[in-house]
């Protein structure tokens, strides 16, 4: 169990950063995947007082503080409005309502957990990630840099016009997922997200251009091929490495034929 | 470390370890409806309401909820009274051992959708585990009791 020796509700940005310099120091998230841990937790440091909790919209984009709750992700109007219900229908099945309450955004991102239904729907999106002294990075880029002393900020969602679709595989409903698989098309790009493979979820696009000439059957079902050949998949509890790589061609067939008009699966 | 929130409607001031968690906290002050189940923030038998969100006690530093509103069913057994006798009719509350929890979250759902589908029921007790009733009797109990209270036309303010 995790043992807590001082615990800091930061007054600023800076006085958390200084407080994180420290090897034993912890920022905490919502403290759901902390707390298991077998830990010895210097100073324990608590964003929770400096604003980070809340959703901003404007025309162009969503600034959504790095303590924000995925609960208000899943309810908020405004991104269920963009994502076409993507951000609902991705978070809703991570265990309960009051997880859902505690878990913040930026600790799934910081965490960049291969589980991660939040780390697949964003970056399904134009999401980009503020650090504390790191500044702005694509979301896919620091989903490959390893954890330093910096502190997450706030996540970014560009407002591109697009469409999106999600679908995940569970065994059962609030268990982690086997798969998650989203699908985005912005400005005619295709992107692709697979996730849960177990690794961390991994962004594919339309390279060979199996969709250039739009969806139809044949074109999900080459795309949905490609893809899922080219994503290494792994064994574990929930799965078979086979099992996922077969998952991730069906649900991106199926997404793929979501996006096209073609058949509704949500 | 010097703690101070509400406790069902009564102001608590206390010396508490800064790693202390809120269940605990709880429990110390003779709240036992909030229950210690799976330690892995699953099973839904340690929730209280935090400002009156549904949120897991088990995995809540009771430090962090300095300043706010904390509610057990102890402080909301006037609330809880008319429902629980649609779940006790169902025999669905069996052991009772998820049963506090479980009528947490249930209100927490009420206050915010006070006519929900079955699938909306499902959807938002996902998250409250039960190992005796199968969640049947559990989902008839509270749609007994939304029939009741539309046929009363909404006595209970819904």
């Given at each position: 169990m995790i043992n807590i020796q001082k615990y800091v509700q930061a007054e600023s940005l800076e006085e958390a950063y200084q407080l994180n310099q420290k090897r034993s120091a912890r920022i905490l998230g919502g403290m759901l995947w902390l707390k298991m841990s077998d830990n010895t937790v210097g100073t324990a440091v608590d964003l929770c007082?400096?604003?980070?909790?809340?959703?901003?919209?404007?025309?162009?984009?969503?600034s959504i503080g790095a303590m924000t709750s995925l609960r208000q992700m899943e309810l908020h109007q405004g991104l269920n409005r963009y994502t076409r219900g993507m951000a609902a229908r991705s978070l809703g099945d991570i265990v309960g309502v009051q997880f859902r309450n505690m878990a913040t955004v930026g600790g799934s991102v910081w965490g960049r957990f291969g589980f991660s239904d939040v780390l697949t729907?964003?970056?399904?999106l134009d999401t980009w990630v503020e650090l504390y002294k790191g500044g702005l990075m694509p979301l896919e880029t620091f989903v490959f840099l390893k954890r330093d002393n910096d502190l997450l900020v706030r996540?970014?969602?560009?407002?591109?016009?697009?469409?999106?679709?999600?679908?995940?595989?569970?065994?059962?409903?609030?268990d982690f997922p086997v798969l998650t698989c989203a699908l985005s098309c912005v400005q005619g790009e295709y992107r692709a997200v697979i996730g849960a493979r177990p690794g961390k979820a991994m962004v594919l696009g339309d390279e060979e251009g199996l969709l250039a000439e739009g969806i139809s059957q044949e074109s999900a079902q080459?795309?949905?091929?490609?893809?899922?050949?080219?994503?290494?998949?792994?064994?574990?509890?929930?799965?078979?490495?086979a099992y996922r790589t077969h998952l991730a061609e069906v649900l991106l067939r199926r997404n793929l034929l979501e996006l096209g008009g073609m058949q509704k699966w949500n | 470390m010097e703690l101070t929130l509400t406790l069902n409607g009564k102001p608590v001031t206390e010396?508490?370890?800064p790693g202390l968690?809120?269940?605990?906290?709880?429990?110390?002050?003779?709240?036992?409806?909030v229950k210690r189940g799976c330690e892995t923030s699953n099973c839904g038998l340690c929730t209280v309401f935090l400002d009156g969100r549904p949120v897991l006690s088990c995995s809540l530093l009771a430090a962090r909820a300095a300043g706010h509103h904390i509610q057990t069913l102890e402080g909301l057994q006037e609330e809880a009274a008319d429902f629980v006798g649609f779940i006790a009719d169902q025999g669905a509350d069996q052991c009772g051992f998820c049963n506090p929890g479980f009528v947490m979250n249930t209100l927490a759902l009420l206050r915010e959708n006070p006519d929900p589908s079955d699938d909306e029921i499902r959807a938002y007790l996902a998250g409250n585990l039960c190992r005796c009733?199968?969640?049947?009797?559990?989902?008839?109990?509270?749609?007994?009791?939304?029939n009741s209270r539309k046929k009363e036309g909404g006595a209970h303010g819904a």
């Open positions: 007082r400096l604003g980070l909790d809340t959703i901003e919209e404007t025309e162009e984009a969503f729907f964003l970056l399904s996540i970014h969602i560009r407002k591109k016009p697009g469409v999106f679709v999600y679908q995940a595989m569970r065994n059962q409903r609030t080459a795309f949905a091929a490609y893809a899922a050949n080219r994503t290494p998949t792994g064994t574990n509890l929930r799965g078979s490495a | 010396q508490i370890e968690l809120l269940i605990d906290f709880l429990r110390s002050h003779g709240c036992y409806s009733s199968g969640y049947e009797g559990q989902l008839r109990g509270i749609r007994n009791y939304l």
